[in-house]
């Protein structure tokens, strides 16, 4: 073996693994030389879970980011001769209604983000897989694409790193694990190993089950725990005796089971003939932390295959006979089954991307197989370019919060997502049962005392509405909907509904103490904040302003959208719950790079906010606060900032709305936010739910909410919020942003769109939750733009103002036409809908009240 270096330009910790070997690729593939290789074990790895994983990989996910790295990771594998395409079938039982509703939403998720699946029939599944029971089941979901990397992954990873090692670029070595990283001023400047001290200038943490050990190191923890997996086998089954072949059904998922199955082929094949069931525990997963994985001289059978025994597993798998009666007559294969160690994480998602505390630790932890070279592509381009081809916000690191790093916060979210792995199905709203109560506005207790109904954004409880107000459903009865359909109701409360017609007509207050907000002080902090917002921060003019503006990345496209309060000596950035964790560390590495004496602090916890909102906001604002005259118009422009004195306290109060009435966000210091709310109740100011403020009231105005309608997939222009001029100063993107606007068009326009029948085939009324896909009436085809870019709503509500379900999506340029019909696909069912605006286009005036519809 060649002598250990003492310097690299990028060290892989846990190169044997599938995620390893697809970040040294994809790194290679895009310049990158001088990697070296370390992996605790051998390489290809024999401890990780590439060394047991199923390899199966189906594409049925609800989201863009998840569809895109399954099918790339899916083509990558059958480009490098190692994928079965074989097809894949997921069953909806007798009886099982709400897994067969899940199945026709996953062909919507399919429409939408570029996969194939279809509905079959009971008959057809039965064709496709004959050891199906046919009369167990009412339909299924046929993917096309879903098969199995051959013969391992662990073949496919090795296979990738002869090829990295071949070039020259790449340096391996195993049997050798990392012992410490090594930092300096903010960066991390190499590892400590067994074999010695190696100098890099990035290290990438792709160390699977062990990740967070690694993390550790360098003062940090990891949102993801390992979870046992029971994967048994029964035989010997001969059905492919001779054909040579590893799988020769397709896979069968029965996720109202928690369950899946396939076969092993040819006798002679991998796996050996048999029958392979898996299981994913749906009550008291085993979660086990990294440190007490056993070492690979102390395992039966490696440190990620801990032992199972059947009666663990006894009622679900007699229920998998029951579906398929075959693994009643094969033997079980007791020596060969095990529980296979996998990854669960906090919030569904992977940990990648750039540490928080160290530049240059990048990490790509807690991804399964079927995504593995997709994921190993975003970090290596991420790495190499700053950005990726889909916008990556629901999988970065920094998206997290420093409590959400906390262990036990990390095993009780970690415990909550693996009950759901496969069951039940997951709805687009469904708040976490666990690890909450973590942070509570200052007047918490008084909308408990509402009747609150509580769920969760960035650790914070936030009403959606309140059981006080349900009498305004009486009043309002004739605009607000009984919603038939359950999941259409499923975490929503009606009241919200209630709760912001009467706020049009009166006024209310909404709890915004979720608000994320950092300051940013020091001699540069002007400098930086030009730099990073596309609009003119700079300069007397703006002092004692909010100015609402954009981050974008270097392609000009739309990275973040916050509002900031220009004061003399700081900025205060007010920014959403979930995109603030992330802009906070993003400006923090600007700051760094372009070595700028600034402070950036996360005062998020030091202060609170309500909005006031409604025809006699000002009317009621008057009556609490000391001087009523300063509330006047001619003294109180839109968008000023100004101090107020509410109830003895000290309020900043910025004249703006995000629900299209007007008034005011009332900004203070925590302990002096419950005075201020009881001041605004005792004459009578009701409470609106958040709801209002998140979804119905502002889709009726056409706001936009990051994440969501903003992100790196589309630019600024294309989401219809570009500035009339370019400032003169330069900021990140401006070159590209100035690029786009010579267009004579854009590719793409954020729309405004409506349904026009929302009943469905039993005549219920719905209200849809999630992306669905938008269609072209004549084809049924989703809509794609010239970029490759598909359509689909980006945000969709019912709003009572309008009556109408409202939705938001970017519509190829050749159907940017008001009043152009088109289609909507909400679990499998079509449903018209009609554009009603090109860019920003308010469906609600509450000047002239009179409604668009």
């Known amino acids: 073996m060649a002598a250990f270096p003492q310097k690299a330009n990028v060290v892989i910790v846990g190169l044997g693994g599938i995620v390893g070997a697809s970040v040294t690729h994809h790194l290679i593939e895009n310049g990158w ?11 290809p790895t024999d401890v990780g879970s590439t060394a047991h994983a199923s390899d199966f990989c189906f594409a049925t996910s609800h989201d863009l980011l998840t569809c895109w790295t399954t099918m790339y990771s899916m083509d990558f594998y059958e480009k490098m001769g190692h994928y079965a395409r074989i097809g894949g079938i997921e069953v909806a039982r007798v009886g099982d209604d709400e897994r067969m509703a899940e199945l026709k939403r996953r062909v919507d998720s399919s429409k939408a983000f570029g996969t194939n699946v279809k509905i ?23 993917d096309p694409d879903a098969g199995l990397v051959t013969p391992r992954s662990q073949t496919v990873a090795g296979k990738l790193i002869d ?49 967070r050990l690694i993390a550790e190191m360098a003062g940090e923890d990891l949102p993801v725990m390992p979870v046992d997996h029971p994967l048994t086998f029964f035989g010997p089954y001969n059905a492919f005796e001779n054909t040579g072949v590893e799988i020769g059904m397709p896979l069968l998922r029965d996720q109202g089971n928690s369950a899946y199955m396939r076969d092993t082929g040819d006798p002679k094949s991998t796996e050996g003939g048999q029958i392979e069931w898996g299981y994913y525990y749906e009550e008291n997963p085993r979660l086990v932390h990294p440190r007490d994985i056993l070492e690979k001289d102390q395992a039966r059978l490696s440190p990620s295959q801990r032992d199972l025994e059947l009666e663990d597993v006894i009622e679900p798998l007699e229920r998998a006979m029951e579906l398929t009666p075959i693994l009643t007559e094969l033997g079980f294969n007791e020596s060969h089954s095990f529980n296979g160690l996998l990854q669960s994480s906090a919030d569904g998602g992977p940990a990648m991307g750039e540490s928080q505390k160290l530049r ?12 593995g070279p997709g994921m190993g592509k975003l970090i290596a381009d991420w790495m190499t370019h700053g950005r990726t081809h889909v916008d990556h916000h629901a999988i970065d690191f920094a998206r997290y919060n420093e409590f959400q790093l906390d262990e036990k916060y990390i095993y009780d979210r970690c415990y909550e997502t693996a009950k759901k792995i496969y069951n039940p199905p997951v709805h687009p709203r469904e708040p976490f049962a666990n690890a909450r109560g973590i942070r509570r506005s200052p007047f918490y207790e008084r909308e408990v005392e509402l009747g609150g109904y509580f769920m969760e954004l960035g650790g914070w409880e936030r009403a959606h509405g309140y059981a006080s107000n349900e009498h305004l459903l009486e009043k309002y009865a004739d605009r607000v909907p009984v919603r038939e359909n359950e999941w259409d109701t499923r975490h929503f409360w009606r009241v919200s509904n209630a709760e912001q017609l009467a706020m049009s007509d009166d006024c209310g207050i909404i709890n915004l103490s979720h608000f994320h907000m950092t300051e940013i002080e020091g001699p540069d902090h002007v400098e930086l904040m030009e730099w990073l917002c596309a609009a003119k921060v700079g300069g007397d003019a703006n002092i004692g302003k909010g100015i609402y503006t954009h981050m974008l990345d270097e392609d000009g496209n739309v990275r973040a959208d916050f509002t900031m309060f220009r004061m003399e000596d700081r900025c205060r950035l007010v920014n959403g719950a979930d995109a603030g964790p992330r802009d906070l560390i993003h400006m923090r590495r600007v700051a760094m790079d372009k070595g700028l004496d600034v402070t950036i602090t996360d005062v998020t916890e030091k202060f609170t906010t309500i909005g006031i909102w409604g025809p006699n906001a000002r009317e009621n604002l008057q009556k609490v606060v000391k001087n009523p005259d300063e509330l006047n118009i001619d003294a109180f422009p839109f968008a000023a900032i100004r101090q107020i004195q509410i109830a003895g306290k000290t309020v900043t109060a910025f004249r703006i709305s995000y629900v299209g009435e007007q008034g005011w966000e009332l900004h203070m210091r925590y302990e002096d936010g419950l005075a201020v709310w009881d001041a605004l109740r005792e004459i009578g100011v009701m409470a609106v739910g958040v709801e209002t403020y998140a979804n119905s009231r502002r889709l009726e105005k056409s706001l936009r909410l990051q994440n969501a309608d903003l992100h790196t997939q589309y630019n600024l222009l294309e989401a219809a919020l570009a500035r009339p001029k370019v400032k003169e100063a330069d900021f990140c993107g401006k070159a590209k942003h100035v690029e786009y606007r010579e267009r004579e068009h854009q590719p793409a326009m954020l729309c405004t769109l409506v349904m026009t029948d929302n009943v469905d085939a039993q005549g219920v009324a719905r209200y849809p939750v999630g992306n669905l896909p938008v269609m072209e009436p004549e084809t049924g085809e989703t809509l ?15 709003g009572p103002s309008i009556g109408k379900n409202i939705a938001l999506a970017y519509l190829p340029w050749d159907y940017c036409q008001e009043g152009r019909k088109l289609n909507v696909s909400y679990f499998d069912e079509i449903y018209p809908v009609e ?18 519809s």
């Not at 240059?360 to 995504?371: M, N, Q």
Request: hydrophobic content about 40%; overall charge negative; charged content about 20%.
């Open 784 to 798: 794609i733009d010239e970029l490759g870019r598909r359509s689909y709503t980006t945000s969709i509500a019912f």
């Open 835 to 852: 554009v009603v605006g090109i860019g920003y286009t308010p469906l609600y005036d509450p000047e002239n009240l009179k409604p668009r």
């Open 120 to 142: 079959i029939s009971a008959a057809e599944a039965k064709e496709k897989f004959p050891l199906l029971e046919e009369d167990q089941i009412q339909g299924a979901l046929w």
């Open 33 to 43: 030389d001088d990697i070296v290789g370390i992996d605790k074990s051998g390489i």
């Open 360 to 371: 240059g630790l990048w990490y790509a932890v807690g991804i399964w197989i079927k995504d």
């Open 163 to 211: 090829q990295a090692a071949a070039t020259g670029k790449l340096q391996m070595f195993a049997n050798t694990s990392a012992l410490d990283l090594i930092t300096e001023n903010g960066r991390i400047i190499g590892v400590k190993t067994e074999r010695g001290t190696i100098h890099a200038n990035h290290v990438v943490v792709c160390a699977g089950l062990w990740g």
